[in-house]
């Protein structure tokens, strides 16, 4: 991974883990936690592919399993998210631009089933079988909403990041309107509105404008 990845990769998993585990975890909302690690390893594996992914995914989940108050393993949660990372990572889009919500907000869903899942079962191969005292439906329940309710606000953005710190041509622009193309398709995907379509209409205005300035300038220079 090249140095710029590696810094933005691990300035965003740090700072999600902290909000996580100073924030999130303190909710004691039922079932369980809000995966804000999760969400950020799927919104950079959806831009640097199933290697980085799953390189991201093995950083992010060692960190969360050496934080306090880590009550498992080390080297647990770092297996499941190197596992989510690689399989997100698959999931990148070719063109790099979100044209439907339901891609993504699919992985999410699928990510926090399979992170619970693969999370019990590695538990259950070292004897920890706190998730069937818990109830594994409704971990697995909570996990798949609280996810899917949080990852519009998370995802879109860290994409964002992501393709503004490798360059991507993507995320270049005068105005800076390319750079929330991730943002605006999921978002408008999901809300019905039409953020492109309404820059389409106003560089076409714009541009009109500028024609009309321009006949109006030669036709006085003819008077």
């Not at 936690?33 to 594996?45: F, K």
């Not at 290697?51 to 060692?62: D, K, Q, R, S």
């Not at 998370?154 to 994409?159: F, K, L």
Request: hydrophobic share 55%; aromatic share 4%; net charge positive.
């Amino acid at each position: 991974m090249r140095f710029n990845r590696m810094l933005l990769s691990t300035a965003l998993v740090v700072v999600a883990l902290v909000i996580q585990v100073s924030v999130l975890a303190r909710l004691h909302l039922p079932g369980a936690v809000p995966d804000l690690v999760l969400l950020t390893v799927l919104g950079l594996a959806m831009v640097y592919g199933h290697v980085g992914g799953a390189l991201i995914g093995f950083g992010a989940g060692l960190l969360a399993d050496l934080v306090p108050p880590a009550d498992h393993a080390a080297g647990r949660y770092a297996l499941v998210l190197c596992v989510i990372g690689y399989l997100a990572g698959l999931a990148k889009p070719e063109n790099g631009r979100l044209k439907s919500a339901s891609g993504p907000m699919a992985v999410v869903v699928a990510a926090a089933i399979g992170t619970t899942l693969l999370y019990a079962g590695v538990g259950a191969l070292v004897g920890d079988t706190a998730a069937r005292h818990v109830g594994l439906v409704s971990l697995l329940v909570t996990a798949a909403v609280y996810d899917l309710l949080l990852a519009p606000f998370v995802v879109p953005g860290i994409m964002a990041l992501a393709r503004r710190a490798e360059n991507d041509p993507l995320a270049e622009g005068g105005s800076g309107a390319k750079a929330a193309d991730v943002s605006s398709g999921w978002l408008s995907s999901g809300t019905g509105l039409r953020i492109g379509s309404q820059r389409g209409g106003l560089r076409a205005k714009a541009v009109k404008a500028r024609v009309a300035r321009a006949g109006r300038i030669k036709g006085v220079k003819r008077l």
